[in-house]
């Protein structure tokens, strides 16, 4: 079982960028997927959630209007697009994979970690 993150990199601010998780060892079509990310010093937080059952959405108020998860179960992928990135939003980003089909409390009911991709943003 394992989750691979990919498509971080050095943007500019007001830049975007296109993360992806792939699942292997499992399907995805069961699971909620998050996206996390942990800033240097800070704590790791819940970003972004996408449920299996109907593929509501949620979004953390900090990048609310700016990203947009979304999945393609054919293709065991979940992407988070970030656009108009700002310097707060530099981070090792996370993709986990939640222990029910929606969103509700997915913080706490990751059983898969992916690696990690780190996203910086400066100029």
């Known amino acids: 079982v394992q989750l691979q993150a990919s498509g971080g990199g050095l943007v500019q601010p007001g830049g975007s960028l296109k993360l992806s998780c792939t699942a292997s060892g499992f399907t995805m079509d069961y699971y909620a997927i998050g996206w996390f990310r942990q800033a240097p010093g800070k704590e790791r937080e819940g970003v972004s959630c996408i449920s299996s059952s109907d593929g509501s959405t949620y979004y953390a108020d900090s990048v609310k209007g700016r990203f947009t998860i979304s999945r393609d179960n054919a293709k065991d992928t979940v992407y988070l697009l970030m656009n108009s990135l700002k310097p707060e939003d530099t981070a090792v980003y996370y993709c986990?994979?939640?222990?029910?089909?929606?969103?509700?409390?997915?913080?706490?009911?990751?059983?898969?970690w992916g690696q990690g991709t780190l996203v910086t943003v400066s100029s």
């Open positions: 986990a994979a939640v222990d029910h089909s929606g969103c509700s409390g997915y913080g706490s009911l990751v059983w898969a």
